[in-house]
C-alpha cells in the first residue's frame, strides 16, 4: 500500500498587522499570498474575491479577516490540479466557507528541502473566516480534532496508509527556521539517522514471523526514532 503522513499546520489568523510596512491587514494578506505564489507549481482560486471579502471583514482593530495554514500531500502526486480542487473542497466543507474565498498555492519543497534533495509537496492555503451563513468562523478542539480525523478518512480513501514516523521528515520543510549552519549540520544528521532507522524498521516487520527475538530489536528501534524526533522538536524550538 502507498503511504503518506498526516500534516496539518497550525492555523494563523491575520488579525493584528506586525509591521509598519504593511498599510492594513489586508496588505498582509496580499503579501503572504504573493510569497506562496512566489515559488509555487500551481495555483487555484481568485484570490481578489478574497481580498474583497476581507476589507469588508476588517471592522474591528482585532478582527479576523483572514486565515492561512499548510497541509502536507503525498509526494508521489502528480495530478496537481485534482489535489488542489479536492484540498479546497474538502477544507471548505470541514470549515463551512465558501470555496470561492480560498486561495491555494502547491510547492514540492521548501528552502531546506533543496539543501537536503528532499521532495515535500505540501499546499498553503489562505481563506477568509465568514462561514455560509455570514458568521464568524470560531474553531475550538473538538472541531480541530475532527478535522485530523477526516482529513485521515481522505488519505485512506485515496489509497494511502498513514506513516506517523515518517513526520520528522516534513516538518523543516513547512516553515521551521534553522538559522545556523550548525544546526542545520546536526539535522541532517539526525534525519539521515532517522531514515536509516526506517528502513531497519521495514525490514524488522517483514521478517517479525521468523524470529522472535525480532520484535524486541523493532521496539529498541522505535524507541531511538523517539528519541530523534525529540531532539528533531527541541530544535524547532529554537528556531
Given at each position: 500500500m502507498k503511504e503518506t503522513i498526516r500534516y496539518i499546520s497550525d492555523f494563523k489568523y491575520f488579525s493584528e498587522i506586525k509591521s509598519e510596512r504593511y498599510k492594513s491587514k489586508v496588505d498582509m494578506v496580499k503579501h503572504h499570498i504573493r510569497y506562496i505564489s512566489k515559488s509555487a507549481i500551481e495555483e487555484l482560486g481568485d484570490e481578489e474575491e478574497?481580498?474583497?471579502?476581507?476589507?469588508?471583514?476588517?471592522?474591528?482593530?482585532?478582527?479576523?479577516?483572514?486565515?492561512?495554514?499548510?497541509?502536507?500531500?503525498?509526494?508521489?502526486?502528480?495530478?496537481?490540479?485534482?489535489?488542489?480542487?479536492?484540498?479546497?473542497d474538502f477544507f471548505s466543507e470541514q470549515l463551512n466557507i465558501?470555496?470561492?474565498?480560498?486561495?491555494?498555492?502547491?510547492?514540492?519543497?521548501?528552502?531546506?528541502?533543496?539543501?537536503?534533495?528532499?521532495?515535500?509537496?505540501?499546499?498553503?492555503?489562505?481563506?477568509?473566516?465568514?462561514?455560509?451563513?455570514?458568521?464568524?468562523?470560531?474553531?475550538?478542539?473538538?472541531?480541530?480534532?475532527?478535522?485530523?480525523?477526516?482529513?485521515?478518512?481522505?488519505?485512506?480513501?485515496?489509497?494511502?496508509?498513514?506513516?506517523?514516523?515518517?513526520e520528522n521528515e516534513r516538518i523543516p520543510h513547512l516553515g521551521v527556521l534553522l538559522r545556523t549552519r550548525k544546526v542545520k549540520e546536526d539535522y541532517k544528521q539526525m534525519l539521515q539517522a532517522s531514515r536509516e532507522m526506517r528502513d531497519?524498521?521495514?525490514?524488522?516487520?517483514?521478517?517479525?514471523?521468523?524470529?522472535?527475538?525480532?520484535?524486541?530489536?523493532l521496539e529498541n528501534v522505535m524507541e531511538l526514532s523517539r528519541k530523534l524526533d525529540e531532539l528533531l522538536k527541541a530544535y524547532e524550538e529554537k528556531g
Open positions: 478574497l481580498y474583497e471579502m476581507a476589507k469588508k471583514l476588517d471592522v474591528k482593530y482585532n478582527s479576523r479577516v483572514a486565515l492561512s495554514f499548510n497541509v502536507a500531500i503525498p509526494n508521489d502526486v502528480e495530478n496537481y490540479s485534482e489535489w488542489l480542487e479536492q484540498v479546497r465558501d470555496k470561492r474565498y480560498f486561495f491555494l498555492a502547491l510547492h514540492e519543497q521548501h528552502e531546506l528541502g533543496k539543501e537536503l534533495g528532499t521532495v515535500n509537496k505540501h499546499i498553503h492555503l489562505v481563506c477568509n473566516t465568514i462561514t455560509r451563513e455570514g458568521k464568524r468562523l470560531r474553531l475550538n478542539p473538538k472541531d480541530l480534532s475532527r478535522i485530523h480525523k477526516n482529513w485521515d478518512y481522505f488519505l485512506h480513501s485515496k489509497g494511502y496508509r498513514i506513516f506517523k514516523m515518517n531497519i524498521q521495514r525490514k524488522l516487520a517483514e521478517n517479525i514471523e521468523k524470529d522472535e527475538n525480532i520484535e524486541k530489536d
